[in-house]
């Protein structure tokens, strides 16, 4: 499970208080108004930006002062962070090993996560002679490697267009849901929450919610949540 236990997190003027939990293996959405501190509470999981005070524990063990490459997590942004001078299988590579001096059982475990994602026989090719979601797949097979149990989507598929962006959804939920890992998804569309989270935490007004039922809660949202969906 993780937990955010009283997190105080603040930025110049800007200033986030989240106190939740989220259950193992369960896909939770976090949405809300541009600005509102979604990505910089990724940000907080991850270890990239610090709290002001407040603790970070997943399954009970406190992580909060952990270096990001140390935490059980993996986190995709919009970029998809794949680098432009490596193949697929290199950039999928780095998950295991930054050297990519990748024994024969691990360069099993790269193809066999490119195939997963639907990439076979495109290991070879760059990012720029890659589709936006042929490198969204690389960056899904890249999570896959690592193994680990957390995973953090800073609106990934923001750039994609509607039907590929459901496609990636259902994948990256079928990925998910396969490993049982715990999925935490920014995003700006209702319809990505309503269609892949079992939960969704709004984050407004300074506050990060409780997760809530995604169908209970845009059956019935909160103000702040109608205001923002206009």
């Known amino acids: 499970m993780l937990t955010l236990e009283a997190l105080d997190i603040r930025q110049d003027d800007f200033r986030l208080i989240a106190d939740l939990s989220v259950q ?20 907080v999981i991850s270890g990239f930006f610090r709290s002001v005070s407040g603790r970070v524990l997943w399954n009970g063990s406190d992580i909060t002062a952990e270096p990001p490459g140390e935490r059980p997590l993996s986190i995709v942004f919009q970029d998809n962070n794949l680098f432009p001078h490596l193949t697929a299988f290199q950039n999928v590579a780095l998950g295991i090993r930054p050297s990519l001096k990748l024994t024969k059982p691990e360069s099993e475990r790269v193809m066999q996560a490119l195939n997963r994602v639907g ?5 070879n090719r760059k990012p720029a002679a890659l589709s936006g979601g042929q490198q969204s797949r690389v960056t899904l097979a890249r999570v896959l490697v690592r193994g680990r149990p957390l995973i953090l989507l800073d609106e990934p598929f923001a750039a994609l267009g509607p039907a590929l962006r459901v496609e990636m959804l259902d994948l990256v939920a079928e990925l998910a849901r396969a490993e049982g890992a715990t999925l935490l998804m920014v995003t700006h569309h209702p319809a990505d929450a309503i269609r892949i989270a079992d939960q969704t935490i709004v984050v407004a007004n300074g506050v990060a919610e409780a997760p809530i039922a995604t169908q209970t809660l845009f059956d019935n949202p909160p103000q702040v949540l109608r205001d923002y969906l206009g």
């Open 119 to 123: 990439l076979k026989g495109l290991q």
């Open 24 to 43: 193992t293996g369960e896909i939770v959405a976090i949405i809300g108004p541009s600005g509102a501190g979604k990505s910089t509470l990724l940000n």
